[in-house]
């Protein structure tokens, strides 16, 4: 009865005919409007998300400066091709300087069959794939191209989201095996790059490898280049999982390499398991290595951090944290816990996170055209205010990996923690 009234009503009004066309409309599909206007549409739809979520927009740079990036990427855009027009959208929230805040990387990119990793003293290729590649292993990437390596690494550092300058070197160099990325920086064609690689004082050889889906490269064994009857250093051994623990009673020690801030029931288990061994095995010191840990829930180190507080663990030459580049997130908070609530030696590289502007908490949004994930922290979080505004967690004990040691499977970080004098009670 209630809709008989409504029905006359409108009809009494001319409103029936607005009605039946509204939900015309609504089942029509709806015109998109031309490529170009999508990614401009985009751009803009981009900046106003960021400047509405970000906590700490202009933290690096002026409202006149955001502005002017922002007006060349809605001025490029209708000129990019997709994989152009992601990239383009990548260096303007690369800009930010925020390793939170960032484009979603794309599943299956393109890529070359060589990754890379950099040493003290240049880039070297520590992965290679197929037989193409394989002469790369071990040796020290000069050139793509004609472009120096140096050249390409500070035009790809603009495409990285990063908190300081480790975080920006270490992205770049990852995208040195990126297709796309190359492309976009001049440093090679859409589908081969020419990779340069020195081979001894004064000579050369020059690769020209050709890139696939990445998938079908991690189909393929991998090749590292270790020392002919070299195993895998421990640190190397089961990256693949999110925490584990092995005693070393040789050095009455036991070591602990927390990869992931995930799964926090499996972690409080793994927390107790951990404590009953160190306990019953009256280990004199505990390594815990955060190298390679890039974040996750920041609650579940509660607990264990809370325990080596109050632990007879907690003594100058007893407790160690090994940290690194990669070092983020969460990793980097139970860092900056331990440095500050106990008597724990960092040991190893500057973090690739900033313990002192630390953006975090992180929220997704997408853009309405071309469906980018755009990842953007939403909080501003200080872990170590003592340290003013340093970009980086410097190690108590500086100790870096030479390519010289990682062809022979050594690991001088953890080394340097068990050799250091344990503290007497």
């Known amino acids: 009865m209630m809709l008989f009234r409504l029905f006359a009503a409108l009809q009494a009004t001319g409103g029936v005919l607005s009605l039946f066309g509204l939900l015309a409309c609504q089942q029509s599909p709806v015109a998109r409007p031309p490529l170009a206007a999508q990614r401009q549409a985009d751009s803009r739809y981009l900046a106003e998300q960021l400047a509405r979520r970000h906590p700490a927009l202009y933290a690096h740079s002026t409202p006149a400066q955001w502005q002017r990036a922002v007006q060349q990427l809605v001025a490029q855009a209708p000129t990019y091709g997709e994989a152009q027009w992601r990239l383009g959208a990548q260096q303007l929230v690369a800009q930010l300087r925020d390793g939170h805040t960032r484009v979603a990387r794309p599943a299956n990119l393109r890529t070359y069959p060589v990754r890379f990793r950099w040493f003290p003293d240049g880039i070297y290729a520590t992965l290679t794939y197929g037989a193409a590649a394989r002469p790369a292993g071990g040796l020290r990437l000069v050139r793509l191209g004609e472009q120096p390596v140096d050249t390409v690494l500070r035009r790809l550092g603009h495409l990285v989201s990063a908190d300081n300058e480790v975080a920006r070197r270490t992205g770049a160099v990852r995208l040195l095996s990126q297709a796309a990325a190359l492309a976009f920086v001049q440093a090679a064609g859409p589908d081969s790059a020419i990779y340069e690689f020195a081979t001894a004082p004064g000579q050369a050889v020059r690769l020209v490898l050709a890139s696939r889906a990445d998938s079908a490269w991690l189909a393929q064994p991998a090749a590292r280049p270790l020392a002919a009857g070299v195993a895998e250093p ?9 925490f584990w623990y092995a005693a070393l009673p040789a050095r009455r020690a036991v070591y602990v390499q927390y990869n992931s801030c995930r799964e926090m029931g499996r972690f409080l288990r793994f927390s107790w398991q951990l404590r009953r061994a160190l306990l019953r095995d009256s280990a004199a010191r505990l390594v815990l290595d955060l190298r390679f840990n890039e974040g996750g829930n920041s609650r579940q180190f509660a607990p264990l951090r809370w325990w080596l507080a109050h632990s007879a663990l907690n003594r100058r030459g007893r407790l160690f944290v090994l940290i690194g580049r990669d070092t983020f997130s969460s990793g980097l908070r139970a860092a900056c816990e331990l440095k500050q609530q106990t008597q724990a030696l960092l040991v190893g590289e500057a973090t690739g996170g900033c313990p002192t502007q630390h953006c975090t908490e992180v929220k997704e949004f997408q853009l309405p055209y071309s469906g ?15 340290l003013g ?22 690991d001088p970080v953890l080394e340097a923690a068990l050799s250091y004098p344990v503290a007497k009670p």
Do not use: C, F, K
Not at 375 to 383: D, E, L, P
């Open 234 to 242: 421990l640190y190397r051994r089961h990256l693949e999982e999110p």
């Open 372 to 386: 980018l994930r755009i990842q953007v922290a939403s909080r501003q979080a200080n872990y170590l205010p003592q």
């Open 389 to 410: 505004r340093a970009p980086t967690l410097l190690p108590d004990l500086p100790v870096p990996l030479t390519m010289a040691a990682y062809r022979q499977g050594q």
